[in-house]
Each structure stands twice: as structure tokens, then as C-alpha cells.
């Protein structure tokens, strides 16, 4: 049997990123993508799942390039109109990205579970690899600061990552039940590598680690596991992953982040600038900043070529 199976872990922006550079280079059927989901939440009475929806937008290429979040086209006669009746206008939600929340959530009451609905918008956008949450039952991540437990999304977007962050915990989590196909997956004889994408290790990919058995099939998996990083000289792209490196005692660094995952990867893919950083897993370099679709496959052929 050849070994083809690529399994990815990946959060939001970063992750689609490099996903989206993946799709380009696996076959859809040698793709499974496992989505965080502890970022999701219920706002207005709807479930939304922001990294499952990123990595749907992206891959179906209905992504928002201007504003580098949500959806393509987006209009906001929604938003406008819950402003002058004086609901909430925190987290914003576009007239398209809505239809996605409000279907989504017709059909979890209903009883669908959320990989089933996941995988039929897909379906029906023509997304070639298979994105599956890490769960369908719910985590949802909650960030400790001065002022207490604060729910994921009031820390993110309602008050835009400025508090300190003493500590993360993944509520449910210890209950919640991984996704069958991911665990499958890696204990598949096909599998050829895992790559966890260049997500924010706390946020993003840390909640997936958070499920009983992920780490443990991970281990036993017998298949490179590389991540890259997504530090590029000591900075992060974009949100708050360095801030929180620094918050939580760690070194900010490419090395910082591989030392934080430590033994359950077996290589690392760092950028150029980050040449010469001492790690502890099989290193290799390329350029990791991902502006263009031929930079996303460029760092996908990269890190597919580093475990082969
Ligand atoms: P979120 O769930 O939307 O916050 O997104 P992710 O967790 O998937 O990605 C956020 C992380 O991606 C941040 O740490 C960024 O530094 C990193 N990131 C974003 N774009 C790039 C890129 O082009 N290259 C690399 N190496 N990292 C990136």
C-alpha cells in the first residue's frame, strides 16, 4: 500500500494558508484537513465555527482578500441594521458570511452533526480535500487574565488580544470525542506525513491537541510530523501569537515555538530568516511568508519534500 495520506492541523488564516498550498500539490482524496473548533461560539442565537468557515472560504477561493478575513463580495445591510436597533456590533458578520451561521445552526438543532454539515457545504462549493473539526462535540477555549476567565471570541475580537494571557484552558475538551476520520487517519497505513500548519500553536492548534487521544495517535502515527512555524524573526505574521509567547514565559521565537511542541514533532520547517535557530527536531528552511497562491505551493512542495 503507498503511503499518500497527508493529514493538516490548522487554525484560521495561517493554517488555510498553507492549506490551500496543499491542495494544490496532494490529490483531494490524500488530503484530510482538521480544523480547530475552540474558537467556535454561539452569537445571536447562531453557531459560529471561524476556522472551519476560513479554511472553507479559502479553499472554495471565496475568501475576503481585502479585508483578510470572512467572505469574498461581502455586503453589511445586516450589521447596519442591528446598529440603529441597538444590538450587538462587536463581532461583525456580512449578509453572506451570515447564510453560512444561520444554515449551520438550523441543521446542528436538527441534529446534524457539525463534520456532516462541514462536509456537505464543501461538497457543494467544490472543495476537493476533506475539512473535518477536531470534534463535533463542543470545546470552546478560554483565555485566563487579570480580570478573570474570559469566553475566546470577548478576548479575540471583543477586546482585540490586549490582555495578558496568564493561561489557556479548553472547556469540554476532556469530554468532547475526536473526530473518528482524524483518528483513523493517522493510524492509517497510508499515512505519509502530518503537517501542522503555521497556526498559533495556543489558539489554534493546542485545543486539537486538547482531545483525549489526539496526542497518543500523533505519537504512535509512525509518519513524520513536521510543523512550520509560524514565527518568522521573531514575529508573528499577524495576531497576537507572539504576544502570548511572551505573556505565558516563553522565548519568542521560531525555536520558541518548536520547543513548545517538542517531542511530538519530528521536523520543523522554519523560515530563511531563522536559519541559524537550534532545535531540537530535523530542521529545514524555506521561505515561509505566504503572500501569493504560487507561495503557498511553493512552502506546500517545501514541506512535503522535507519528510519525504
Ligand atoms: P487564526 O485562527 O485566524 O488566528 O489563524 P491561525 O492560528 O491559523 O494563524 C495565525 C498564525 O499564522 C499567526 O501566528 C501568524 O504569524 C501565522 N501566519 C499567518 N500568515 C503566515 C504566513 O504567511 N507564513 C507563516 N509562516 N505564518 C503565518
Not at 76 to 83: A, R, V
Amino acid at each position: 500500500m503507498s503511503r499518500d495520506l497527508i493529514v493538516a492541523l490548522s487554525g484560521g488564516i495561517g493554517g488555510a494558508k498553507l492549506a490551500l498550498g496543499l491542495s494544490h500539490v496532494v490529490a483531494p482524496e490524500n488530503l484530510l484537513i482538521i480544523a480547530n473548533t475552540g474558537d467556535d461560539f454561539e452569537h445571536l442565537g447562531l453557531s459560529i465555527s471561524p476556522d472551519i468557515d476560513t479554511l472553507a472560504y479559502t479553499l472554495a477561493g471565496l475568501d475576503n482578500q481585502v479585508l483578510g478575513w470572512g467572505r469574498r463580495d461581502e455586503t453589511w445591510s445586516f450589521m447596519e441594521t442591528l446598529e440603529t436597533i441597538g444590538g450587538p456590533t462587536w463581532f461583525r458578520l456580512g449578509d453572506r458570511d451570515l447564510a453560512l451561521h444561520v444554515e449551520r445552526t438550523r441543521r446542528l438543532k436538527a441534529g446534524e452533526a457539525l463534520s456532516s454539515i462541514t462536509a456537505d457545504v464543501a461538497r457543494r462549493w467544490g472543495i476537493g480535500p476533506r475539512i473535518v473539526p477536531m470534534s463535533d462535540d463542543p470545546v470552546r477555549t478560554k483565555v485566563l487574565a487579570e480580570a478573570g476567565w474570559l469566553d475566546f471570541q470577548d478576548y479575540f475580537v471583543g477586546q482585540q488580544c490586549r490582555p495578558v494571557v496568564r493561561q489557556l484552558a479548553f472547556e469540554g475538551a476532556a469530554q468532547a470525542r475526536a473526530h473518528p476520520d482524524m483518528i483513523a487517519a493517522l493510524a492509517s497505513p497510508r499515512l505519509k506525513a502530518v503537517v501542522i500548519c503555521p497556526s498559533n500553536p495556543f489558539i489554534s492548534v493546542e485545543p486539537i491537541l486538547a482531545v483525549p487521544g489526539v496526542r497518543a495517535a500523533l505519537a504512535g502515527c509512525g509518519a513524520p510530523v513536521i510543523a512550520v512555524s509560524p514565527i518568522i524573526g521573531g514575529k508573528a505574521v499577524k495576531g497576537p501569537t507572539a504576544k502570548m509567547m511572551a505573556e505565558l514565559g516563553l522565548e519568542v521565537s521560531a525555536a520558541g515555538v518548536a520547543a513548545r511542541y517538542g517531542a511530538l514533532l519530528t521536523h520543523y520547517m522554519l523560515d530563511h530568516q531563522d536559519a541559524g535557530a537550534t532545535i531540537a527536531q530535523t530542521a529545514s528552511v524555506a521561505q515561509t511568508m505566504m503572500r501569493t497562491l504560487d507561495d503557498k505551493i511553493a512552502l506546500a512542495r517545501a514541506v512535503l519534500d522535507a519528510v519525504a
